[in-house]
């Protein structure tokens, strides 16, 4: 079981550029996350997913915009990459009801650079 | 405003030893709380989670005690090893609702000594 798979790993931009980071979970989960993890701060949530064709605002939304057209995957896109986008990203995912409700089962990260 | 968050940033213990690493939290209305451990280079694990109206919860080598008069949680690890040695994040949530609700700490990095 591959769990929750994040491409690309590694990505350097220029400020101005787009670019989409893709998470793919093969655990039939409902809900699906963005978090940015930036030096000595917590994860942030930036949007969520709580099923395929829906999404919504987290804590720091500016700056990007997800898709979820397939329940298997969530999408992160950054328009106009800006230095201040510059973090590890990390997708997750959880299922909706039951024990594991409030787990959230995250991907390995893809780490952004924008210069 | 309310936030999650960590005593000390950095600890270490020799190996063999406990290790206890703690956590403050500022909400009463919390009724979820979970611990993670965030290796270097890789994505946040879950480790255990305790629920509001437990104290103190049990797994595989490590323990949560929850001491809601102090709004104060703590993870402790026995006999900890070189594979120990990582992030640990606690989170809290608040209310009905999905994990989206969960509040992160900012961590504390765990180093053992050989």
């Known amino acids: 079981n591959a769990g929750v798979t994040q491409t690309p790993k590694f990505r350097v931009l220029k400020t101005g550029q787009s670019m989409t980071l893709l998470c793919a979970q093969d655990?039939?989960?409902?809900?699906m996350y963005w978090y940015r993890q930036d030096p000595g701060m917590g994860l942030r949530l930036i949007h969520y997913?709580?099923?395929?064709?829906?999404?919504a605002k987290g804590e720091v939304p500016d700056g990007y915009n997800v898709s979820r057209l397939k329940k298997q995957n969530f999408l992160l896109g950054l328009e106009s990459a800006a230095p201040s986008q510059t973090s590890v990203y990390f997708c997750?995912?959880?299922?909706?009801?039951?024990?594991?409700?409030?787990?959230?089962?995250f991907g390995a990260g893809s780490r952004l650079t924008v210069l | 405003g309310e936030s999650v968050g960590l005593h000390l940033p950095t600890l270490s213990v020799q190996e063999g030893d406990n290790s206890i690493i703690n956590c403050a939290y500022s909400?009463?209305?919390?009724?979820?709380f979970i611990w993670y451990k965030q290796e270097s280079g890789k994505g946040p694990q879950f480790i255990i989670d305790i629920r509001s109206n437990m104290d103190k919860r049990q797994g595989q080598r490590v323990t949560v005690l929850l001491n809601k008069t102090v709004k104060h949680l703590s993870l402790q690890i026995a006999a900890t090893q070189p594979g120990d040695s990582a992030v640990y994040f606690c989170?809290?949530?608040?209310?009905?609702?999905?994990?989206?609700?969960?509040?992160f700490g900012s961590g504390t990095q765990l180093t053992v000594l050989p």
């Open positions: 655990m039939n989960h409902e809900y």
């Open positions: 997750a995912s959880s299922p909706r009801t039951g024990a594991g409700a409030n787990v959230l089962t």
């Open positions: 997913s709580v099923g395929e064709g829906t999404t």
């Open positions: 909400n009463s209305a919390s009724d979820y």
């Open positions: 989170a809290e949530k608040r209310g009905l609702g999905s994990a989206r609700q969960l509040t």
